[in-house]
């Protein structure tokens, strides 16, 4: 495509050189070019790829787009001036890729827990439909039935636009994404046409990124400040900040609730281990998902079904058939009965949802133990809540790691025990290494006692200084159960 093409509605400050030159790629990586690559230069958390325009160009760049023109500039090369490189980037990869969003139904999903569970719900509930569907999530990325490793839970905008081309060549009608507050922050959504945007929650995560709550709440909102007249934004009532997000939005607002006035009204009439039952707006269905918190991701999915224009009796029929992803709330039962839960808690309101679902479950003398670590490189200040909330909603805690990253074990979980009441402390564990973490309360375990293990899910790795080897809960608790 040409220069000049892929150029198309994005603000230029200035350039330099021409610009009907052909262009085959966008990347903004300097170790990823190829000949005729249009290097964007984005100011990272680390370095700054200004840094590396030099690199880039000796690789085969032969444009540039850039916040700053470098000292001296190469004759033969295309340099592009403007404000903000990455969302630029995202103006330029819709252009490159014929602004798929725009051909396809796009739906984000956004909040500090359930994005995966509404679009993965979502996603199977309009195949099942009969639409032709796409999903891009923290568990995988699908164009239908083809599944693509996801490494992010909102990949960057070029790939974004990608993928958006293939599943929009591949048919699909629908696209349901997870929009992560890293991602609006960093503009990887940029540049998209959203037909609907979800809110789900906001309690603390990612601190170590935005800074303050009050940033955090800001990026959420910008998703929706960037949605078009033409799309819903559908909210949580019953979040503190539901009405705030839809603040400034352009688009149709609606909300859903359990305990508030909403356009989609749920309520609770029994939960147990086989599921909800509901009534959502006045008719009463029987879901396979369990836990409270599930009740909010029907609600929103419901919402969104319908705002879709699809009937509400088909979407009830085929939600009361739907099974959540892999990693929330799964359970594995031991012979002896003793009874498993892997759940993706990584912040301290899904840690509480969860065991507060756990409690109500429970019967007369079940112990729980619950297993949970903090992930390094990542919100400090999640860990001493979350330890707390394990230690006031179980009978025994084992404190381990999950995803120690850069970090060094010991210290995440010294900032955890920094949550431990001194009189909680005896029915604390520390165990560094998560297998015998997990070994270790499958052995603490009676019969139809339960063990939450919490925080990674359907992970299949653990990362430690940057080595991520095989490490899987289910299959550990598997095993350990047999053991
Ligand atoms: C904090 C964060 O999100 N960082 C992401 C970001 O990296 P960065 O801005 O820090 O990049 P940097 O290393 O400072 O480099 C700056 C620029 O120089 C370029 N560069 C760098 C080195 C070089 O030799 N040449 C070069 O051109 C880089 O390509 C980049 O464009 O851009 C990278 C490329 O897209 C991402 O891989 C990286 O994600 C890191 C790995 C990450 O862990 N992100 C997590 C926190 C994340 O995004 N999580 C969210 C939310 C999770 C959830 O709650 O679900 C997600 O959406 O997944
Ligand atoms: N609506 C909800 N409210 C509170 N907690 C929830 C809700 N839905 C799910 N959870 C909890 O949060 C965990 C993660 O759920 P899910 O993967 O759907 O969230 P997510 O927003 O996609 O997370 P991530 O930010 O990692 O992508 C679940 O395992 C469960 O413990
Ligand atoms: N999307 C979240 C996932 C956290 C999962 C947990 N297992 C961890 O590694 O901290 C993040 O990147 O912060
Ligand atoms: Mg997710």
């Known amino acids: 495509m040409l220069l000049s093409e892929l150029l198309y509605t994005i603000p230029i400050k200035s350039v330099s050189g021409i610009t009907d030159i052909e262009i085959s790629k966008i990347e903004f990586d300097s170790r990823k070019i190829e000949l005729n690559t249009l290097f964007v230069a984005i100011p990272g958390t680390q370095v700054d790829g200004h840094n590396f325009i030099q690199k880039a160009i000796e690789s085969g760049a032969t444009a540039v787009l850039c916040e700053r023109f470098p000292e001296v500039l190469i004759d033969n090369i295309t340099y592009i001036l403007v404000e903000n490189s990455a969302k630029c980037m995202g103006i330029a990869a819709g252009n490159f890729y014929g602004n798929p969003s725009r051909n396809i139904t796009l739906v984000g999903v956004t909040g500090t827990n359930g994005k995966t569970s509404i679009a993965t719900l979502l996603f199977n509930l309009f195949r099942k439909l009969g639409y032709k569907c796409g999903l891009l999530s923290t568990v995988q990325n699908q164009v239908e039935d083809e599944v693509i490793p996801s490494t992010h839970t909102t990949p960057d905008s070029v790939k974004i636009n990608e993928l958006l081309s293939t599943m929009q060549q591949k048919g699909c009608i629908y696209v349901f994404m997870e929009v992560s507050s890293h991602a609006v922050e960093m503009q990887r ?127 009830l029929t085929i939600l009361s058939e739907l ?161």
């Open 323 to 483: 099974k959540p992803p892999p990693g929330r709330f799964e359970q594995i039962l031991a012979a002896d009965r003793r009874v498993g839960i892997v759940d993706y808690a990584h912040t301290p309101d899904a840690l509480q949802n969860v065991l507060e679902t756990i409690k109500d479950l429970r019967e007369g003398n079940q112990k729980v133990i619950t297993v949970v670590g903090c992930g390094g490189n990542r919100d400090k200040g999640k860990r001493p809540l979350m330890a707390k909330i394990a230690c006031e909603l179980s009978d025994i805690v084992i404190l381990t790691s999950d995803n120690p990253r850069n970090e060094e074990p010991e210290d995440i979980l010294a900032d955890m025990q920094a949550g431990v009441s001194i009189t909680q402390k005896r029915k604390v564990f520390q165990i560094t290494d998560r297998r015998e973490a997990i070994k270790k309360a499958a052995e603490l375990a009676g019969s139809q006692d339960i063990i939450l293990v919490a925080g990674k899910g359907h992970e299949t790795y653990q990362d430690v200084k940057g080595v991520k080897s095989h490490f899987d809960d289910k299959e550990e608790l598997g095993l350990a159960f047999k053991a």
């Open 189 to 315: 959504i940029a540049g998209l046409t959203f037909a609907g945007g979800i809110f789900t929650n906001i309690t603390q995560d990612h601190l170590d990124f935005h800074l303050t709550f009050d940033n955090y709440i800001k990026a959420k909102k910008g998703f929706f400040d960037m949605l078009p007249k033409t799309a819903f934004a559908l909210t949580n009532a019953d979040d503190k900040n539901g009405k705030v997000m839809l603040q400034n939005t352009a688009a149709t607002k609606y909300s859903y609730s359990l305990k508030n006035i909403g356009n989609f009204k749920g309520k609770v009439m029994d939960c147990g281990l086989f599921g909800l039952q509901m009534d959502v707006n006045g008719q009463e269905v029987w879901f396979k998902l369990i836990g409270n918190f599930n009740a909010y991701n029907l609600l929103a999915v419901y919402g969104a079904a319908v705002l879709l224009g699809e009937n509400s009796e088909n979407i």
